[in-house]
């Protein structure tokens, strides 16, 4: 397994989003980036919580987190475990007064959660070995993203996550 953090967010050219996920251990546009294609929803909740930014209610993975909290439970671990025909699986691992419980889940449902409560996050080294792609992201990339980001929450509404 290899640590990951989020490199970030971005649109393909057909307009999808693509997670980024980047060995914690490598500066960006050095080694491999870890591509995972995502939901709308998906996309705006990671970079929620990466960003720290306000909402006016809770997103769904606000509330996994606070019941979690609730049940004197925490969101632990995360892994992508593995991928099989195109399609990424992950796993997080809970710390119960049970015992840990490890649960599937989709991978940006896992790091939407472990964005949120500091949990680690790690790939499979065969999933970054069959899926990893060498990263050309540029520090200034990075920052036009993020701006183009901020852009995007100061005009967001919540009537355009009603579906």
């Not at 929803?41 to 929620?48: D, F, G, K, N, Q």
């Not at 472990?114 to 992201?137: F, H, N």
């Amino acid at each position: 397994m290899v640590q990951v953090r989020v490199a970030g967010v971005a649109l393909d050219a057909s307009g999808q989003h693509v997670l980024l996920l980047k060995p914690v251990d490598q500066i960006p546009g050095d080694g491999l980036v870890l591509p995972i294609w995502i939901g709308q929803l998906e996309a705006t909740s990671i970079l929620v919580a990466v960003e720290n930014a306000e909402v006016p209610r809770p997103l769904a993975h606000d509330l996994m987190a606070l019941m979690l909290a609730a049940l004197d439970a925490a969101a632990t671990r995360v892994e992508v475990t593995r991928i099989d025909d195109g399609t990424f699986y992950a796993e997080i691992t809970l710390s119960t007064p049970l015992g840990d419980r490890v649960i599937d889940a989709r991978p940006s449902d896992a790091v939407a959660l472990a964005s949120r409560v500091g949990a680690s996050m790690w790939v499979a080294d065969e999933v970054l070995a069959d899926a990893g792609v060498p990263d050309v992201l540029t520090e200034t990339d990075a920052s036009e993203r993020l701006d183009e980001f901020k852009r995007f929450l100061d005009d967001v509404e919540p009537e355009d996550f009603e579906a």
